[in-house]
């Protein structure tokens, strides 16, 4: 199976249980996010305003900017999640929500199309991201912004290995969470300028572990394989991203916004 098909199989099973995930549909960052587009966008020029969310999961970005800008166009991998989308922006009257299907690698629209490009929680599925990125920049008007969300990958090699090993295992089609320096690094190469590049602080994102792996419909054998993970890991590691007895632990993410 191809890396972007076993995306789509993943997520399509578990389209329902993203929209409710208290993990995505709540946190700061999506007011944040929402802040960011309030002030690209000034009120009088909101209704020609288009806005992409790239790998839109289960539409908690798009119902975010839909408050503030013209149109969304909810963007992603898998039909079921599009299938959510839609019936979640139509119960809470977002008519200004659009889906479509595709990858993020490859998008199928012009050059120039948006105001603005959203990403939140998708990019270490990815399977390239620095032809991502350059799509990104194809598709945004000049003065255009990109807001992007992920987890953080570790700077320490001991500590990222812990981390991208536990994400596997949990789901197989992790690619990669990516460190701040690693985000700067791919947008300059992309062709963003370097001034115009800002990477927040990471904040904390508590992981109640039960419904962290039944989200994904973890099997069982993997599930056992990641306590263990977490039981034999070096206290520097076990320390830094504050595991507890039953599992639970506490991810790192990061904002990453660029002109």
């Known amino acids: 199976m191809q890396q972007q098909q076993l995306v789509a199989a993943q997520f399509g099973a578990t389209a329902s249980a993203y929209l409710t995930s208290a993990v995505h549909a709540q946190g700061a960052d999506l007011q944040q996010l929402k802040d960011e587009l309030a002030a690209l966008i000034p009120e009088a020029k909101r209704p020609g305003s288009r806005v992409l969310d790239l790998g839109c999961g289960a539409g908690h970005a798009s119902f975010a900017a839909a408050a503030v800008v013209g149109e969304v166009t909810a963007y992603d991998l898998s039909a079921e999640m599009l299938a959510v989308v839609d019936a979640a922006a139509q119960a809470r009257g977002l008519a200004n929500v659009r889906t479509r299907q595709g990858v993020a690698e490859q998008l199928p629209f012009e050059d120039a199309s948006f105001c603005a490009v959203v990403s939140r929680m998708s990019a270490h599925h990815w399977r390239d991201v620095p032809a991502a990125l350059a799509e990104i920049r194809r598709v945004l008007r000049p003065g255009g912004k990109v807001v992007l ?29 990516y460190t701040p320096d690693g985000w700067r690094a791919m947008f300059e190469a992309a062709g963003f300028a370097a001034e115009g590049i800002k990477v927040s602080d990471t904040w904390r994102i508590g992981i109640e572990f039960d419904s962290w792996v039944k989200r994904m419909r973890t099997p069982q054998v993997a599930i056992e394989a990641i306590r263990h993970l977490w039981q034999v890991a070096p206290a520097e590691v076990r320390e830094h991203y504050r595991v507890r007895d039953d599992g639970s632990f506490e991810l790192e993410a990061v904002m990453v916004t660029a002109r």
């Open 149 to 177: 969300i992920d987890i953080a990958g570790a700077p320490d090699s001991l500590r990222d290995t812990w981390l991208q090993s536990v994400e596997l295992l949990r789901d197989p089609s992790h690619v990669r969470d």
